[in-house]
């Protein structure tokens, strides 16, 4: 009985361990198939896991809601380098509604210009005027619009409805769902 | 309880992860193998925790598209691009190679991502 109790125990230590290394959804650095786990830098750099477990949660990309994050305080991030006054935050929402059955997208100003300056989008990536900018999902698949950061370092495309968030039936009254 | 174990094993196999790297990891690799050292990983997830996005794309001009910067040390020590803070003053200073050359050889530039999206186009 203690022999079977001791190996209760290891099985359990095992369990343990695998599910810490596997703890959230964050790899170490040693083996996300980018660090070299033999460079010296590996044992110093700040494990993934260790810094965004402990923020707002989310279902994909850095499993960090980074809006979230932002808005109730867990970060700080600073908004400049220089000696300057805080950025203007613009809160103008903006419906986009060729989006065939999907919802239609809501593109909200705030959550933008609470990481950026207004020239980061305009008027490189955007018209500053409603409807006048051709986006469509096919270039944003290929990361042009808003696919320049989402897909890349902002929540990822996969993330369909965060974007396609509008409920009200886009087209016709086709079996629409509840 | 041999059986227990192996159930208790099943239920613990799937929390290993797949390999991947983290969300928004950009490595840089234009000249650092060609010159003898491991590639550049820079983690967008750690610099944003401490920085918005508007410092780096907007008041330090860095344009957002991996390898487009042709970034160098020459251009680090001038203090731009990584060099801007990577100076002793706002981060620790470039001295420290190995932080940055952190790469397994014979990655390409570009950014990379868990969750289904490799970055931009590649799915």
């Known amino acids: ?178 | 309880m041999i059986r227990r174990c192996i159930l208790l094993l099943a239920i613990c196999a799937p929390a290993a992860t797949p390999v991947r790297a983290e969300y928004g990891d950009v490595v840089i690799n234009g000249y650092s193998e060609k010159a003898g050292v491991r590639p550049v990983i820079f983690p967008h997830w750690f610099h944003r925790i401490r920085f918005q996005c508007r410092v780096c794309h907007q008041e330090l001009g860095i344009q957002m598209r991996a390898g487009s910067n042709e970034i160098d040390m020459a251009k680090i020590s001038d203090g731009r691009f990584c060099g801007a803070c990577h100076n002793g003053e706002v981060a620790w200073s470039a001295e420290n190679c190995d932080l940055c050359h952190s790469a397994r050889a014979g990655l390409k530039t570009g950014v990379r991502g868990g969750h289904k999206t490799l970055g931009p186009g590649e799915y």
Request: hydrophobic content about 40%; glycine content about 8%; some cysteine.
């Open chain 1, 1 to 178: 009985m203690a022999r079977l109790q001791r190996r209760f125990v290891f099985v359990a230590l095992l369990c343990a361990a695998c599910s810490v290394r596997g703890a959230g959804p964050w790899q170490d650095l040693a083996d996300d198939g980018l660090h070299d786990p033999a460079g010296p830098g590996i044992g110093v750099l700040q494990q993934p896991g260790e810094a965004l477990s402990v923020l707002p949660q989310d279902g994909a990309g850095n499993h960090v809601h980074w809006v979230k994050a932002l808005r109730d305080g867990f970060i700080t991030p600073r908004h400049a380098l220089a000696d300057e006054p805080p950025p203007a935050i613009d809160t103008t929402e903006i419906i986009m509604r060729d989006t065939s059955t999907l919802p239609f997208v809501r593109f909200p100003h705030r959550a933008h210009t609470e990481w950026l300056d207004c020239t980061i989008c305009h008027d490189r990536l955007f018209e500053r005027k409603v409807g006048t900018t051709p986006i469509n999902m096919g270039a944003i698949l290929q990361g042009k619009y808003c696919g320049v950061c989402h897909g890349a370092v902002a929540f990822p495309l996969t993330e369909c409805n965060r974007c396609h968030s509008v409920r009200d039936v886009p087209v016709a009254k086709a079996a629409a769902p509840p």
